[in-house]
């Protein structure tokens, strides 16, 4: 067997963003998503020698353009490229999207094979463009054979991510991405790919066949008076997620509003603070987590609100019955939380 044929096979899907940005044609200026998967590997030296490389150009636009539906049909065509052979996938897109596109993955891909979402937060017409060695690494982590069995995984920086945990936490930095709950789980140095925290995977989901559940996303701030918290049943939402203050508090003043609503339509209690796990039993006030909980709302556990959405539209969108979606909900968070196993598995 020759070095050719010893090399791990990996796709690499790109979805434009930054890391796809180019020059635009228009007299406004600035970039737009322009480059397709080929003009992406080509750019990057060496890659070939990590792996035999298969690109596709899936999507070209900014990330905040695409649909959970996208990503629904992106994983099918992950899952089928898993059953040809393929031992690893990478992900391109923009980067202020990219934990909630992750988490899609990592909810509805049920292979043990990696998956990669990377980007870039420089575009490829600066002299320090980021793209190229997030790409590099993305694929040597999707060619590891110690990457298997983590779910979906978020490269950037030299650093290694899991999806469930990972948030986008500056506007323009090089080192946005961190996983403020537990840390990277593992990095790259020197070309090797080192993987110090195994994660238990989360509980697959099937995926949405006539598309994704519109659920509501609703902030709690200062002084709020819960007057968005009416229309919402109005709208056509099959659900919602309320981020509360801290460990899942809303202001007394709200919380008529917020136990109607779960008695129309399945509601989760998240945290706005981006990262912690949501209080249960704690605090007993009108507004508190123990309140809330005892009217009818789910736990978001460690979930933030993004990706309680996330998963509350993916369950909504295949289930109708309040009872079972309730169980799937708690299930899946369930099966993302840290165990006391002495292998260090989270």
Same mark, same amino acid.
């Given at each position: 067997?020759?070095?050719?044929?010893?090399?791990?096979?990996?796709?690499?899907?790109?979805?434009?963003?930054?890391?796809?940005?180019?020059?635009?044609?228009?007299?406004?200026?600035? *970039?737009?998503?322009?480059?397709?998967?080929?003009?992406?590997?080509?750019?990057?030296?060496?890659?070939?020698?990590?792996?035999?490389?298969?690109?596709?150009?899936?999507?070209?636009?900014?990330?905040?353009? &695409?649909?959970?539906?996208?990503?629904?049909?992106?994983?099918?065509?992950?899952?089928?490229?898993?059953?040809?052979?393929?031992?690893?996938?990478?992900?391109?897109?923009?980067?202020?999207?990219?934990?909630?596109?992750?988490?899609?993955?990592?909810?509805?891909?049920?292979?043990?094979?990696?998956?990669?979402?990377?980007?870039?937060?420089?575009?490829?017409?600066?002299?320090?463009?980021?793209?190229?060695?997030?790409?590099?690494?993305?694929?040597?982590?999707?060619? #590891?054979?110690?990457?298997?069995?983590?779910?979906? &995984?978020?490269? &950037?920086?030299?650093?290694?991510?899991?999806?469930?945990?990972?948030?986008?936490?500056?506007?323009?930095?090089?080192?946005?991405?961190?996983?403020?709950?537990?840390?990277?789980?593992?990095?790259?140095?020197?070309?090797? $790919?080192?993987?110090?925290?195994?994660?238990?995977?989360?509980?697959?989901?099937?995926?949405? *066949?006539?598309?994704?559940?519109?659920?509501?996303? $609703?902030?709690?701030?200062?002084?709020?008076?819960?007057?968005?918290?009416?229309?919402?049943?109005?709208?056509?939402?099959?659900?919602?997620?309320?981020?509360?203050?801290?460990?899942?508090?809303?202001?007394?003043?709200?919380?008529?509003?917020?136990?109607?609503?779960?008695?129309?339509?399945? *509601?989760? &209690?998240?945290?706005?603070?981006?990262?912690?796990?949501?209080?249960?039993?704690?605090?007993?006030?009108?507004?508190?987590?123990?309140?809330?909980?005892?009217?009818?709302?789910?736990?978001?556990?460690?979930?933030?609100?993004?990706?309680?959405?996330?998963?509350?539209?993916?369950?909504?969108?295949?289930?109708?019955?309040?009872?079972?979606?309730?169980?799937?909900?708690?299930?899946? *968070?369930?099966?993302?939380?840290?165990?006391? #196993?002495?292998?260090?598995?989270?």
């Amino acid at each position: 067997m020759n070095g050719q044929a010893e090399r791990p096979r990996v796709l690499v899907f790109s979805l434009g963003g930054t890391i796809a940005s180019t020059a635009g044609r228009t007299a406004g200026g600035g *970039v737009v998503p322009q480059l397709d998967a080929l003009d992406l590997t080509s750019a990057v030296p060496g890659l070939d020698d990590v792996a035999a490389i298969s690109a596709v150009s899936f999507r070209q636009v900014p990330s905040g353009d &695409l649909t959970i539906e996208d990503l629904v049909s992106l994983a099918r065509e992950i899952e089928l490229a898993f059953s040809d052979g393929v031992d690893g996938v990478v992900v391109t897109q923009g980067t202020d999207t990219i934990e909630e596109t992750a988490f899609v993955l990592d909810l509805l891909i049920s292979s043990a094979h990696p998956v990669v979402v990377t980007g870039a937060m420089r575009n490829p017409t600066l002299v320090s463009a980021d793209g190229p060695a997030n790409l590099l690494a993305a694929v040597r982590v999707a060619a #590891s054979t110690v990457s298997h069995d983590l779910g979906t &995984l978020v490269v &950037l920086n030299d650093e290694v991510h899991a999806a469930r945990f990972v948030r986008k936490m500056n506007s323009s930095s090089l080192a946005t991405f961190h996983s403020p709950s537990c840390g990277p789980i593992g990095w790259i140095v020197e070309d090797r $790919v080192r993987i110090v925290v195994r994660v238990s995977r989360l509980a697959t989901l099937t995926p949405p *066949v006539d598309g994704a559940a519109a659920v509501a996303l $609703v902030t709690m701030s200062l002084g709020d008076d819960g007057r968005q918290l009416g229309s919402i049943g109005e709208l056509g939402f099959a659900g919602a997620v309320v981020e509360g203050f801290g460990g899942g508090h809303v202001p007394a003043r709200v919380v008529s509003g917020i136990e109607d609503l779960s008695r129309r339509m399945p *509601v989760v &209690l998240a945290s706005r603070t981006g990262s912690g796990e949501l209080l249960q039993g704690t605090y007993g006030f009108p507004g508190s987590e123990r309140d809330l909980l005892s009217r009818g709302l789910m736990s978001a556990g460690a979930l933030d609100g993004l990706k309680a959405r996330i998963l509350l539209s993916l369950i909504t969108s295949v289930v109708t019955d309040r009872s079972r979606i309730r169980e799937m909900f708690a299930a899946t *968070v369930e099966s993302m939380m840290p165990t006391e #196993s002495p292998t260090a598995t989270v």
